[in-house]
């Protein structure tokens, strides 16, 4: 059966290859991503499959935007990836008050304000996936130069586990995914020619799976998803 997902952070990456594979399943993708030309090109590729909704998710009307075009069509959703991320890498002494700021707003307060917008949208069974990372999972190998990303994404897998939590009785699922170490432009402009073990394409095929069907086997839990250090 055909699901309703919504991809944050769809335009390159990991979201990107995650949207991909879903459309190639046969379901429905809400891409969502300020680069409008990307997304497009998204949907020229799978005209039957995408959708695309360009716009910052760090804007206060970004769950509004979601909840218009749903409202609208009449339609509801059935799982949510929060992809969308972005990586300072600058040591915490030389962290400012805007890199704390642009990555806790991108990576931590967007999932959660998108959340709380469209939680009346969700059909019943839905799953939410957070994409956390290695690095804000408790009792891994911590980076030099990630303090504020790493307290981000721990912050978010901690989310994560509030959400299951008040969301239980909707009979929505959400679940957090650690990444380790995978080859994308992210990745590779924080750490310049770094050669990480996984493929964004490689990904992309156990998060789709992932958010189909692992809320059967999961709720409330933040799972690493990594070969070792540093991936």
């Not at 008050?97 to 991108?106: H, L, P, S």
Request: aromatic share 6%; glycine share 8%; proline share 4%.
């Amino acid at each position: 059966m055909s699901k309703r997902i919504v991809v944050t952070g769809a335009s390159r990456g990991i979201g990107n290859e995650t949207s991909k594979k879903l459309a190639e399943m046969g379901h429905e993708v809400l891409v969502i991503s300020r680069s409008k030309k990307l997304l497009n090109q998204l949907k020229e590729e799978y005209p039957n499959n995408i959708v695309p909704l360009s716009l910052d998710i760090t804007n206060s009307s970004a769950g509004e935007t979601i909840v218009q075009y749903l409202h609208k069509n009449d339609q509801k959703i059935d799982g949510l990836i929060h992809n969308a991320g972005v990586l300072i890498n600058k040591p915490f002494i030389e962290q400012t008050r805007a890199d704390w700021q642009k990555q806790f707003e991108v990576n931590l307060m967007a999932p959660a304000l998108l959340t709380k917008d469209l939680h009346g949208f969700f059909n019943k069974d839905s799953h939410i996936v957070t994409i956390s990372s290695m690095g804000g999972y408790q009792g891994s190998s911590k980076f030099p130069g990630l303090s504020v990303y790493s307290a981000t994404k721990g912050g978010l897998s901690i989310l994560t586990e509030c959400i299951a939590t008040e969301f239980s009785d909707k009979k929505i699922s959400c679940n957090s995914l650690c990444l380790g170490a995978v080859q994308t432009e992210m990745l590779e402009q924080a750490f310049p020619g770094i050669e990480a073990p996984v493929e964004p394409e490689e990904i992309a095929d156990f998060i789709s799976e992932f958010v189909l069907s692992g809320h059967k086997f999961y709720n409330g839990q933040i799972l690493p998803v990594t070969l070792g250090d540093p991936g």
